[in-house]
């Protein structure tokens, strides 16, 4: 049986019936309550806009858990346990009356957490309501993505925040931080020597981070019209992988210590602008074209679409890092949606020996390369170079993996999912995944200073067909530093 980890609290989802709630946040939930790390005390209120029954929007709660929790997790002990934690209020999120009925339900013992599954445009006005109700002091809020579409709407957002919960109060959501590999980041470099002697511009030639979705808009037009793949990925997802894998080491494990490195990283990214912005940045946006095989339309065919648009739904770049550790070493980043499959992965590939003794036709082959995947199946593989095996092979090289694969290797554990960790560090007051305000400000300022220098070229995206790898040019871009991209087929 598992111990509890948690104090006791109160968690309140606010926006409970949206897709995000039912798809992940309850799912979540139910299996930290199933692994039994949820204090017996542990209350989960619903808040929601919608009216009508309480007892008809937790039976579509439920339906949704049977829905999005696979059928050998849905334990009948389990979920009606979970079920007697939950309960439903009506609230406009808008108007400070409700809030006096949510105090009511708020016990006296423990804290508040206030999990803000809505658009960031009224995050202010719930911590504002929420002071007034006299429930700020005891409360932690969670903010999700995205916060703000720029620099000066993102401090917009978390001064509204600010003016009732300080920093150490806040915690800004960014899912990839509580997946499994990520957090093995900080292990494999930091607690293996035989990675971070070498990590560094002496032994690593560069660093490929690909993210890629096989979906598209998924009937999101509305929302990502307005944002785009670099806002919706960049600014978020992949710079704060870059920043895993190029801070220096941490003075220890605390929150602030982890995040002032990150800060550094940031800091130190070398902007992209003028003739740069032509050679170092791509943006596509898809086309009709096939993905498993079967005819899918392009982003001006999507319902609902403007047709006229000019957003980008993939974005290849070069970033460099000014400082000692990175010096000469290009970060490709690439993200996009309807690639040929859903990949989140990382490659550091190291330099190749001084000194090559083999059959010149391999010497292009020769290199170790650390791939670390975050998606579809997690695990880390290191791939060294070894002579093949037999009489007729003389001398003649082979690349293969050392590899650890999560679901293979402890077939007896389950891989939580992220927002599983991420809700259950809220519950312990630990923030040292989530997003501190001044890494949210550097990654926007990095990224507008890309979106300025477009609206001035005024240049399209570049079409690329769906299920493809993206446009034509994201392979010039890594080509013309004499490199490919990684697995590509």
Not at 438 to 458: F, K, P, V, Y
């Amino acid at each position: 049986m598992a111990l509890i980890s948690v104090e006791p609290c109160t968690l309140a989802v606010f926006g409970a019936l949206g897709d995000l709630a039912l798809r992940k946040l309850f799912p979540a939930l139910y299996q930290l309550d199933r692994a039994q790390l949820l204090h017996a005390d542990t209350r989960l209120l619903a808040l929601a806009r919608e009216a009508g029954s309480a007892e008809a929007h937790l039976h579509s709660i439920e339906t949704h858990l049977r829905r999005h929790v696979p059928a050998a997790d849905l334990e009948p002990e389990a979920l009606a346990r979970f079920l007697r934690r939950l309960s439903y209020q009506h609230l406009d999120f808008l108007e400070g009356e409700g809030y006096t009925a949510l105090a009511e339900q708020v016990p006296a013992e423990g804290p508040l957490i206030a999990y803000f599954a809505t658009a960031a445009a009224v995050y202010g006005a719930i911590c504002e309501n929420l002071d007034k109700a006299g429930l700020a002091e005891r409360t932690r809020v969670v903010l999700e993505k995205p916060i703000g579409h720029d620099l000066e709407s993102s401090r917009r957002v978390n001064d509204a925040v600010a003016r009732f919960f300080p920093e150490n109060r806040v915690y800004r959501i960014d899912h990839y931080l509580g997946k499994e590999t990520v957090q093995n980041l900080i292990a494999l470099r930091f607690a293996n020597s035989l990675f971070e002697t070498q990590w560094n511009q002496n032994s690593i030639s560069h660093v490929e981070i690909t993210v890629a979705e096989k979906v598209g808009i998924e009937g999101r037009w509305g929302y990502f019209d307005k944002a785009g793949q670099l806002r919706d990925m960049i600014q978020n997802h992949l710079l704060q992988l870059l920043c895993l894998i190029a801070m220096d080491p941490p003075s220890d494990l605390s929150a602030d210590s982890i995040r002032d490195e990150k800060v550094k990283v940031l800091k130190a990214l070398a902007p992209i602008t003028g003739e740069n912005l032509a050679t170092r940045v791509v943006r596509g946006q898809y086309i009709a074209g096939y993905s498993d095989g079967q005819p899918v339309p392009g982003y001006l065919e999507e319902d609902n679409c403007n047709a006229h648009s000019d957003t980008e739904t993939f974005v290849a770049l070069r970033a460099d890092i000014r400082n000692w550790r990175w010096s000469g070493v290009p970060f490709y980043l690439r993200t996009g949606k309807r690639m040929p499959q859903k990949l989140s992965q990382i490659v550091i590939h190291f330099k190749e020996t001084p000194h090559y003794i083999f059959a010149p036709e391999q010497r292009l082959e020769i290199g170790n390369k650390l791939v670390i995947r975050l998606q579809p199946d997690e695990g880390i593989s290191l791939r060294v170079m070894t002579k093949e095996q037999g009489l007729d092979k003389g001398m003649h090289l082979r690349s293969g993996p050392l590899q650890l694969n999560f679901s293979e290797t402890w077939r007896s554990a389950r891989i939580p999912d992220a927002y599983e960790r991420l809700l259950l560090e809220v519950m312990r007051g630990n923030q040292n995944l989530f997003v501190r305000k001044d890494e949210i400000e550097h990654a926007w300022s990095w990224c507008d200073q890309l979106i300025a220098g477009w609206q001035r070229s005024g240049d399209a995206p570049k079409p690329y067909a769906a299920g493809s790898w993206g446009p034509m040019s994201s392979i010039a871009l890594i080509t013309r530093d004499g490199r490919a991209w990684y697995g590509d087929i």
